[in-house]
């Protein structure tokens, strides 16, 4: 485990959010990405080492529009950056903890993620990322 990758926080409206952290961070987000498989429209920023991660729901079905309906916006989930994603995915099942996916899926901004399921983790939402870049 190295280091928060990002912070991901669920916001009613991609636009206006970009606008608030704009003024916030005192720079413009980098670059904005659709997920298609999660149902969700992303943009970025960069704070430090680490990053912000906006999250607007782009389908009914996303797990954005159901956390945003039942909680309202806020910070969705804490991604962790790993040196080798199936290694710590195989440590961290064998500690006990529930995986969201058997294998890690391609997310937004080049990375190979993983969720695990927040009952497992204190309830708050766990994604660990690895860089991926496609040859
Ligand atoms: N943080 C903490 N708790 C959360 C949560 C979150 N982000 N999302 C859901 N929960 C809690 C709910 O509050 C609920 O708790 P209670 O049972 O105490 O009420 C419980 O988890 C079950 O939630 P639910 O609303 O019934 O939703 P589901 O079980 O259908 O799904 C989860 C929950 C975590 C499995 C699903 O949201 C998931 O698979 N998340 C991972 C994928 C994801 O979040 N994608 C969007 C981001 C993609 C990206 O970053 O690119």
Redesign the pocket.
Known sequence: MQKIEHL?IAVNDLTSANEVFRKLLGKAHYKVEE?ER?G?S?SFFTLGDSKI?L?EASKDT???S??ID??GGGI??IAIAVDNIELEMERLKAEGFTL?SEEPLK??DNKLIC?L???STL???I?LCQDFRPA
């Open positions: 991901g997920v999660e969700v992303t991660e999250l996303s797990a954005i159901k956390f039942k909680r969705h989930h969201l997310g937004a969720f399921h927040p009952k309830g708050v939402l994604e």
